[in-house]
């Protein structure tokens, strides 16, 4: 039986807060130090880890963690979500996405269909056009191949799918599997759309309509605005477009698409890049292969999620280590820093998936909570943030906690020798010394050059960046964001927040304004 | 006479802290609301404005910080930096940025020259290349032109270029003044040199070598990653390559670079874009007279920030009002939000600018102070960020004050009416929206849908994103840095935090680690 309590009405909280807390600086210098990076470390598979040494965590703190995974029955909470329960209750509906990378439990019937063979048909309608598209078997009106894909889609039609494209880009290329250039159309700016068709060829492009209801006001738009471009450059719109939307949405049977693909409501736009939403454009871009082991790499992520070893399973201690820095150690931020070029906009996908997930003031009944929840996302790339924010991260006045990944391999296999060493090395030197420098500082009599330390971090190392280390990546902190939910007792799967500035920019659009709204509009000539 | 003291031993500070706080919701409704959107506003010039009315001030709290901006002396203070006093006291330097584009007060001669002089010196030799490649008096060995202007640099020589570049691409397109494509490299992840290189033809290439030093670890890597492809193409790299460094490096006299530009020690890289560092790139990109303009609007503002009276004051008042929400009330973030695809990469190049410059912990003297100081800044350009982290901003736990940003006018003129509006429109109808739903909320029975308000933003309205406003937009923020840094009584004008990590990457390089930094250097394979 399954209980949905407050987390201040949960026993091992209470437990938990009385704990000692970790001097970091102290228990990561000298040879502990060097024992907790050994100890404090748990497999994400294919060679892949969490490393946790530099966290304010020791036995005593992770032992009280472990009992409030299990009194707050994170691993049973799971359990019910991917048998099919009504978790999302906000909206009353089952919350899927795992299927779209394997069953973990029970067949789940919804509609009347098994929700896994659904997916895995979409899977293989997908695989299918795309292979046909690099084949030359569908071409463009004058029988040419298609060179290159445009994602229409905002939200998480847009950041996930555009993040896993930007960070397999390169990989792809050297790996023999770059089939066509994605492009991405998100804002309602009319530049957004406009810049990115005066770059393509729209002779030569698929675009890909991605609008679970198919009401997206930004994308209706900026359907709009490409088919005027393909009409304008003389061609039939209907041969250059694919929708992925819902089986209900009015584009589902309609005949200004090539083909369409389905979601449905059980995956929220945050975790639908393993769905058609990611899976069109991906399967267009790099071949259905790669886009199969990247559903790979999520699926093993999504089975260490099920142990109800704490100490076993990276997600879930992902979680209650950053639940502990939010509500028993008061930090409101967390940094993501990837050593990685190619996830570049990682950060920015994370920051929805977390933010738009946990950014919530009520719990899954709809009162209020007294504690704090989601806490902010930013990150850019290393070692590009050293240079930018990392000022405020080691001498600022509030202590951000940091989610460090790095990779041994770079992607595209070309490196220099500069100073005895490679940029590789480089890359992987600066990450491991900024471990250690935000861990334990550095005392200095000129205080402006003083490192007080202290500031904790984790780290995720992999092999190299490909599709399976990214599907794993992106499983991780999707079970992380969920996990975090089911502690906070909130509905991490709507997202109420967004509507009522909808319904505001309607009615400054039809110009039903009073007040402030309407001096506003005036300002801006609307 | 200046005198330099800690916040909390203000008088106005204390004072202020005591003001009763505001009730922004209350405020923004009805009629008062409309008041305050015409009332609390100041001009920026050329038609742009701040207009800071759905901020959690009234006119009580405005008298009060106009208090503690005269007895903090911050314009005194601002006089006596462009005046030439060493203001960079931890490093012992001039401050002299606003000196690239206009001379505010006296003459300042430092290195035995007028600075002023050797800006404009600088820049013509700027604008004489870019005019010799753009007419075809500078070409590559084969007597071709160079169509593409490669960046190399990182921090302050990357992200304030590579925004401003982005921010002009479009517009430039659309008014005959785009000369060269733009690109960049940065980060020492050799995946990064290795894509760019890769997509360019580096025949026609001309790279901008950007280091003030000469002495920056990944740029000079990344410059021998370049050197080797352009011998790889059996090219000349020195008659590819220029050089933006300072007189005194390495770099200035080399025989390995077409021409050198010089910047000085005087100008910190994130305070950077309008000096060589930025001049070199976007002549090249856009010609000299589009940086002229971009000068022109940063000088604007730069006049302005001498006004003593604090409602004429935008970057003042800008500044005052964050350390309100900072200090007194508590905020720890602040969000920047353009609503603006052009101004995609604005919030990145402010993330540094702000956090490099006043997370610090110890005041201008060294001594640690008792108060925050500089928050954590992040954003997107908008609507973009509605479908991703607005969840938060509207329903999460913590209130985090919001800096919007919006223009009357795209910038590549194409549009397309759905629904009755046009994509601009409902651009700005959104941002209107957005202000006021998170100022005023809406009270729903269902607390799901509930939405508190009181919510805290500014907006900067213009006409148009061009290069005017663009640097009036650029020097609002580094003015609004420098006077929160005066009223911290910090120096937000060196970087000692970024040096403990440069120490420990040569360390685990050298192969000179024990402890932990030995354990994470070996789970990374260095």
């Known amino acids: 039986m399954i ?21 970091l600086a102290e228990v990561m210098s000298g040879s502990n130090g060097a024992e907790r990076v050994k100890k404090y470390s748990v497999s994400m598979g ?41 978790i999302n209750t906000g909206e009353k509906r089952l919350v899927l996405h795992h299927m779209t990378r394997g069953q973990l439990g029970d067949a789940v019937v919804a509609d009347d269909v098994d929700k896994r063979a659904f997916y895995i048909e979409q899977q293989k309608k997908i695989a299918d056009l795309a292979n046909k598209v690099h084949n030359g078997e569908i071409t463009n009106a004058a029988g040419e191949r298609f060179t290159t894909v445009v994602q229409i889609g905002i939200g998480g039609s847009d950041l996930g799918p555009r993040a896993m494209y930007l960070a397999l880009e390169n990989w792809a290329k050297v790996n023999n599997c770059f089939k066509m250039e994605a492009k991405f159309i998100s804002n309602v700016d009319p530049d957004d759309a406009a810049a990115v068709l005066h770059d393509i060829d729209v002779a030569h492009t698929l675009f890909v309509l991605v609008s679970k209801s198919g009401t997206t006001l930004e994308t209706l738009t900026n359907e709009s605005f490409v088919k005027d471009a393909l009409k304008n450059a003389g061609l039939d719109a209907s041969k ?14 309609s005949d200004d698409y090539l083909a369409a693909f389905f979601m449905d409501d059980y995956i929220g736009g945050r975790f639908s890049s393993t769905s058609a939403v990611g899976g069109a454009v991906l399967s267009l871009a790099f071949g259905p292969e790669v886009f199969a082991q990247f559903l790979e790499g999520a699926a093993a992520e999504d089975q ?84 930018s924010f990392y000022q405020l991260l080691h ?83 999707e079970n992380k964001v969920m996990f975090q939910g089911f502690v906070w007792n909130i509905n991490s799967f709507d997202q109420e927040g967004v509507q009522l500035g909808k319904v505001l920019a309607q009615r400054v659009l039809a110009h039903e304004t009073d007040g402030a709204l309407k001096e506003y509009s005036d300002l801006l000539n609307i």
Request: glycine share 8%.
């Open 395 to 477: 001498q600022g006045t509030d202590v951000i906690p940091l989610q460090f990944v790095g990779f041994k391999n770079n992607q595209m296999g070309s490196d220099v020798v500069i100073q005895g060493s490679t940029s590789q090395q480089k890359l992987c030197a600066n990450v491991v010394a900024q471990i250690v420098a935000f861990a334990c500082g550095k005392a200095d009599e000129n205080r402006n050059k003083n490192f007080n330390g202290g500031r904790p971090s984790s780290i995720i190392i992999g092999e190299q960046l490909n599709p399976k280390s990214l599907g794993a990546l992106l499983a991780h902190f």
């Open 46 to 86: 294919d060679g892949m880890a969490y490393n946790y040494a530099a966290k304010q965590v020791d036995d005593d703190v992770l032992a009280a963690l472990e009992k409030l995974a299990a009194e707050t029955q994170l691993v049973e909470k799971f359990e019910a979500l991917y048998n099919g329960e009504v």
């Open 304 to 387: 260490l999620a099920k142990n109800k070893a704490l100490l076993e399973n990276p997600a879930m201690l992902d979680a209650l280590i950053g639940v502990y820095e939010r509500n028993i150690l008061g930090y409101q931020n967390t940094a993501v820093l990837p050593y990685s070029q190619g996830l570049s906009r990682f950060p920015a996908h994370l920051q929805q998936l977390d933010m738009e997930s946990n950014g919530k003031s009520v719990n899954r009944f709809g009162e209020p909570v007294d504690y704090v929840t989601g806490p902010v996302i930013f990150g850019e790339p290393g070692t590009n943030g050293q240079h």
């Open 3 to 23: 209980s949905w309590n407050n987390l201040d009405q949960v026993n091992a909280y209470q437990e938990l807060s009385k704990v000692a807390r970790v001097n």
């Open 240 to 253: 250059h477009m694919i929708a992925v939307t819902s089986e209900t949405s009015p584009l589902a049977k």
